[in-house]
């Protein structure tokens, strides 16, 4: 079976520029996450998403992420402008059902760069 | 709000050493408990976790008992090999389901 998958791995933009970043859960996982650790920093929550509803946005930095999942499968999370401060690995997680006795499946990462 | 912190690392050790990482923790309640490792060119991966007081996670030589006195959660492993180098992130996860990480610890192990 496979695992959670993300796109791009590596993604180098500059200042003021979009990027969309891809992550496609394991099949049948309603449950998906968004984490990103900046500068060799903890692991922060971003949003939760329970199928295609937002269950927990409040780790969302300000009104220039937006985070979609359309049909409850992949979700994408936008960035729009990109900041220098935006630069980081951006995780994506699933899990089967809700609460903390559910293990969350990670992702490899992308890694954004701002320049 | 709940947050995790562990030691500073790199931690460099030789093989076969004793493997202590650091973890206490600040939550309500009464949270879950885990750590996640992180290999080279990967994503996180689950290795241990505990979910009530006194329990203790274990795999693959890796222990780590859930302190509610102490509010710690510490990894161990008796005995380290080269292909344990990586990364440890302690977390908690309360009653939502999103993870509180720590810093992560960089460990680095030689022959």
């Known amino acids: 079976e496979a695992g959670v998958t993300q796109f791009p791995s590596h993604s180098v933009i500059e200042k003021g520029q979009t990027v969309t970043l891809r992550c496609d859960p394991i099949?049948?996982?309603?449950?998906l996450y968004w984490y990103r650790r900046v500068m060799g920093k903890e692991i922060k929550f971003l949003l939760h998403f329970v199928k295609e509803s937002k269950q927990d946005e409040s780790g969302m930095p300000n009104n220039r992420f937006l985070a979609e999942r359309t049909g409850g499968t992949y979700s994408t999370l936008k960035v729009q402008p990109a900041e220098l401060e935006d630069s980081g690995v951006y995780f994506c997680?699933?899990?089967?059902?809700?609460?903390?006795?559910?293990?969350?499946?990670f992702g490899p990462g992308t890694r954004l760069t701002v320049l | 709000g709940n947050s995790v912190t562990q030691m500073e690392g790199p931690v460099t050790l030789s093989e076969e050493a004793f493997l202590t990482i650091n973890c206490t923790y600040t939550a309500t309640g009464y949270p879950s408990l885990f750590w996640y490792v992180q290999y080279p060119g990967e994503g996180l991966q689950l290795l241990l976790k505990?979910?009530?007081?006194?329990d203790k996670g274990s795999n693959k030589g890796f222990e780590a008992t859930y302190r509610k006195e102490t509010t710690s959660f510490h990894l161990e492993k008796g005995s380290v090999q080269v292909s344990d180098s990586a990364v440890y992130f302690c977390?908690?996860?309360?009653?939502?389901?999103?993870?509180?990480f720590g810093t992560g610890t960089r460990l680095q192990v030689t022959l």
């Open positions: 977390a908690l996860a309360g009653t939502a389901s999103k993870l509180t």
């Open positions: 099949s049948g996982h309603d449950n």
């Open positions: 505990a979910t009530k007081a006194d």
């Open positions: 997680a699933s899990s089967e059902g809700q609460g903390p006795y559910n293990e969350q499946f």
